[in-house]
């Protein structure tokens, strides 16, 4: 499953198959990068980082890519497992000491 | 767990009462954030502390709201004559770092929820 375009809110995804959450970030600025997860009533969780000196960047299970020239952010998930439903937000720093957050992707993986 | 803890977890209070809510960021982290949640947004920034110096804050902090970090490791974030636009979840994040811009991976707490009535 792949939201496409610049955001989605929703992203429904079959158990098993890849997913492809999309993020536009505004300010040309950005140079450092957060996906988190967020399960219902918790705080965001880390689930990968990337600077802007780098395309793409793999953890367990996720892959980051960023295209700057489109200010353009993914992150793929493998194999996606039930456990993986959540809302994912992008966040970028902009060069200073906070991150902005964007709007922010419901996933839910069907059985 | 990410190792940073907020509490309460929960708090009910009556519009106009103070609250305060509490942060311990993980041990060997100099900064922390503050930020609030609103029911379907994303995190919106409040406020940054470098050790026990507070270096910013967002517009969105009004004069009802004083946030600390006394000896740079727990922080306390206080709202005055609470509103009823004040109900969200509150939640702190802490990273390390020693230049001017946030460059490390910052982790949350759960969150505190606070619903005026």
């Known amino acids: 499953g792949e939201s496409v375009g610049l955001h989605l809110p929703t992203l429904s995804v079959q158990e098993g198959d890849n997913s492809i959450i999309n993020c536009a970030y505004s300010?040309?600025?950005?140079?450092?990068f957060i996906w988190y997860k967020q399960e219902s009533g918790k705080g965001p969780q880390f689930i990968i980082d990337?600077?802007?000196?780098?395309d793409k960047r793999q953890g367990q299970r996720v892959t980051v890519l960023l295209n700057k020239t489109v200010k353009h952010l993914s992150l793929q998930i493998a194999a996606t497992q039930p456990g993986d439903s959540a809302v994912y937000f992008c966040a970028e720093n902009i060069g200073d000491y906070k991150l902005s957050f964007g709007a922010g992707t419901t996933v839910t993986v069907r059985a | 767990d990410t190792g940073v803890s907020q509490d309460p977890r929960h708090k009910i209070t009556k519009r106009g009462q103070n609250v305060t809510f509490r942060c311990d960021p993980i041990?060997?982290?100099?900064?922390l954030y503050w930020y609030r949640q609103t029911l379907g947004q994303g995190p919106e920034f409040l406020t940054y502390f470098q050790n026990e110096a507070q270096l910013e804050k967002s517009r969105l902090l009004s004069d009802r709201f004083s946030a600390e970090r006394p000896k740079g490791s727990f922080s306390t974030l206080e709202i005055q004559r609470t509103e009823q636009g004040d109900s969200a979840m509150y939640l702190c994040?802490?990273?390390?770092?020693?230049?001017?811009?946030?460059?490390?991976?910052?982790?949350f707490g759960q969150g505190t929820r606070l619903t005026v009535v």
């Open positions: 300010n040309s600025a950005s140079d450092y």
């Open positions: 990337i600077r802007s000196n780098m």
């Open positions: 041990s060997e982290h100099n900064r």
């Open positions: 994040a802490s990273s390390s770092g020693q230049g001017a811009r946030l460059d490390t991976e910052a982790f």
